[in-house]
């Protein structure tokens, strides 16, 4: 049974340019969210989703959206790329939106790096 | 508003020698709280959690954490750490379907 999985695991891009993270949630997981972790911090919540549709967001401009699919993958994506962009990306699914109790797995994240 | 205070950046520990890493959260309400283990280039895998009832709770690796709710703490022990714990722990506050986390506390283990 694979986990979450993320591509690519490694992206180096430069600034004002977009970009797009991919994330398959764990199998029979319908919900997924997105968490940016930078250098020194821990994880920050972006958003989740949920039957196609973003539920819930955190405290990140609207450079950064996402995508879900009818296979309950995710992309985001993020524009006109800062410096401070720069940070480990984490996708984390779980099974249920409202289900607090059911734990949240998460990938082994993308690394950006904006230039 | 919800938010987590991981005190230590690092702790050194003897191989062999017990571990506390410290917690504290502000939650308005009855929280649910986590234990988060970060090895080098790796996501982010439970170590345990604590929704409701016995305030000690045991996680895998041979972790434990302790509830407190008077000091609002949720402290992770291990009684005998090894080398292969050296990571990076967070701690993680949960409310409704989003974590809110910690800064995190770099463990090393000398030898």
């Known amino acids: 049974d694979a986990g979450v999985t993320q591509s690519p695991t490694h992206l180096i891009k430069t600034r004002g340019q977009q970009v797009t993270l991919r994330c398959s949630p764990k199998?029979?997981?319908?919900?997924v969210s997105w968490y940016q972790q930078a250098l020194g911090q821990g994880p920050q919540f972006i958003f989740q989703y949920y039957e196609e549709e973003e539920r819930q967001r955190g405290n990140f401009p609207d450079r950064f959206s996402g995508h879900q699919f009818p296979n309950y993958s995710s992309e985001l994506n993020v524009n006109a790329l800062l410096l401070g962009d720069s940070a480990l990306y984490l996708c984390?699914?779980?099974?249920?939106?409202?289900?607090?109790?059911?734990?949240?797995?998460f990938g082994a994240g993308t690394r950006l790096s904006v230039l | 508003a919800q938010s987590v205070t991981q005190p230590d950046i690092h702790i050194t520990v003897s191989e062999g020698a017990s571990l506390e890493l410290r917690c504290n959260y502000s939650y308005g309400a009855t929280p649910y709280l986590f234990w988060y283990v970060q090895s080098p280039g790796q996501g982010l895998q439970l170590l345990l959690k604590y929704f409701s009832g016995d305030t000690l709770v045991q996680g895998i690796k041979g972790f434990e954490a302790e509830f407190k709710r008077s000091q609002s703490s949720f402290n992770l022990r291990k009684p005998s750490v090894h080398w292969s714990d050296a990571a990076e722990y967070f701690c993680a506050v949960g409310a409704s379907s989003t974590l809110t986390f910690g800064k995190g506390t770099m463990l090393l283990v000398s030898p």
């Open positions: 984390a699914s779980r099974l249920g939106r409202d289900a607090p109790k059911n734990i949240q797995y």
């Open positions: 199998s029979g997981h319908d919900t």
